[in-house]
Each structure stands twice: as C-alpha cells, then as structure tokens.
C-alpha cells in the first residue's frame, strides 16, 4: 500500500534550519507530484510547497518562499523540504501528501507527520 513517512522535525530556534524528510513507498514514486502541508496548533492544513514528478517545478506558498526549498530524489523515493530562517509561525506539524487516482477514485495520502517547533 501507499506509505509516507516523514522525519527531520524537532525543536528549532527561530532563523535556524530543519530538513525534512518524506519516504514513499507503495507506488511509483517518479510518476508524481508531492507536496508538504502543515498544520499549526489550533489551526488547520495549510499548503507549503509542491513539486512535479520530476522535481523540475516547485511552488511555494507566500509564507515560505524564499526560505523553504521543496526538493524530490526519485532515485531514494525521498522528498525533501529544506528549511531556513524558520521563524515562530512555522511551529506545526508537517505532512507529506500526494494525489492519485486508483480505479478510478482519487486518493489524498498522507504521512504521519513530524513536529517541527520554532521557539525562542
């Protein structure tokens, strides 16, 4: 089955760094878009970045870009999104997520997402 496995959260000082990193398996990884999504104590989800099957085209919410980088090995069935200038808003937890059709019906898939806190 498919299967997302984030790592890399923990406890950040606000403008350090994390990488963060999701484990695929259960599909053909090469053949889709990923995205990270977060979600905030009390809050709901919210996009972060996605990128294309091939890891040629990224985007970015507002939020983030130009500090985050969203980077996919289809070699490893890893992405990645390398974090910088983590400020305390990007407290939350972060999931992996693809979409994909199977019989017919779409799917969302999620990880278990990992922590990540931004704190003084």
């Known amino acids: 089955e498919v299967q997302l496995v984030e790592s890399g959260g923990g406890l950040v000082q606000p403008g350090g760094s994390l990488r963060l990193s999701c484990t695929a398996s259960g599909f053909t990884f090469s053949n889709y878009a990923m995205s990270w999504v977060r979600q905030a104590p009390g809050k709901g989800l919210e996009w972060v970045s996605t990128?294309?099957?091939?890891?040629?085209?990224?985007d970015y919410a507002g939020s983030v870009s130009g500090r985050f980088t969203i980077s996919k090995d289809n070699a490893k069935n890893t992405l990645y999104l390398q974090m910088n200038s983590l400020k305390l808003e990007d407290t939350g937890v972060y999931y992996c997520n693809t979409h994909m059709t199977n019989y017919g019906d779409e799917h969302d898939y999620w990880g278990q997402g990992t922590q990540v806190t931004v704190s003084s």
């Open positions: 990128i294309n099957s091939g890891g040629g085209r990224t």
